[in-house]
């Protein structure tokens, strides 16, 4: 299958400072990635739709300048969580979409997702 | 809005052990299905993609149906070993409302 890598795989940080997560798709071009978030022992929560080159499109409930989303290239996404909270501490969750031609969004590929931990 | 449910929620076999998982949708219109399975602490891994004009798909010990019209999907895992054990989830690719998942099915295979 698709590779799809996901950085940093744990991170710790201080009440009040920003945690950048990126997401890459390593073998093929991904024009759609998605965010999730994944509570312990629940199923995932989409969080966000990221398409290359436009903005990234939020799931109500989600704030936008909060997680702050990017996808310069059709490689790469990034998760900013800004000024991160305890309560923001949470398994985070990549995956991006491979097309094949079909209709649909594509095939999904996820990354190997991203434990915060804000102190 | 479409609605994934997957039954069992959890499941405990003997090795060796063929068993089924089941995934139920409400909206039959729908691009594909998807089967994943995911480790503790971990992201998910693909195993089997059926679009919605293919009936099954089958990768080494695991074979996966789709019915459309019901709404429905099996995972058939045959001869279960203890690295099988893992959470199971499905997810359906929408008609305009992206994937679509359902809550998994907590799987144990006890050696």
């Known amino acids: 299958g698709a590779v799809v890598s996901q950085h940093p795989s744990r991170v710790i940080c201080k009440s009040g400072t920003s945690v950048k997560i990126e997401c890459r798709s390593l073998?093929?071009?991904?024009?759609?990635m998605f965010w999730y978030r994944q509570f312990p022992k629940q199923s995932l929560m989409l969080m966000a739709t990221s398409n290359e080159g436009s903005k990234a499109t939020y799931e109500q409930g989600v704030e936008k300048d909060k997680f702050l989303i990017n996808h310069a290239s059709l490689t790469l996404s990034t998760l900013t969580v800004t000024s991160a909270h305890p309560e923001d501490s949470s398994f985070y969750i990549c995956?991006?979409?491979?097309?094949?031609?079909?209709f649909g969004t594509g095939e999904l590929f996820f990354g190997e997702g991203s434990r915060l931990t804000v102190l | 809005k479409q609605e994934v449910t997957q039954i069992p929620a959890a499941l405990s076999v003997p090795e060796g052990e063929n068993l089924v998982l089941n995934c139920s949708f409400t909206d039959s219109a729908i691009y594909n299905l998807q089967w994943f399975r995911q480790d503790p602490g971990k992201g998910l891994t693909s195993l089997l993609l059926i679009q919605s004009s293919q009936r099954e798909q089958t990768s080494g010990r695991l074979n996966a149906s789709l019915d459309k019209s019901s709404g429905r999907s099996t995972l058939y895992i045959a001869a279960s070993q203890p690295g099988d054990s893992a959470t199971y989830l499905c997810?359906?690719?929408?008609?305009?409302?992206?994937?679509?998942f359902g809550p998994g099915t907590r799987l144990s295979v006890l050696p």
């Open positions: 995956s991006a979409a491979r097309t094949s031609g079909s």
């Open positions: 073998d093929f071009q991904a024009t759609t």
């Open positions: 997810a359906v690719d929408n008609y305009g409302q992206n994937f679509v």
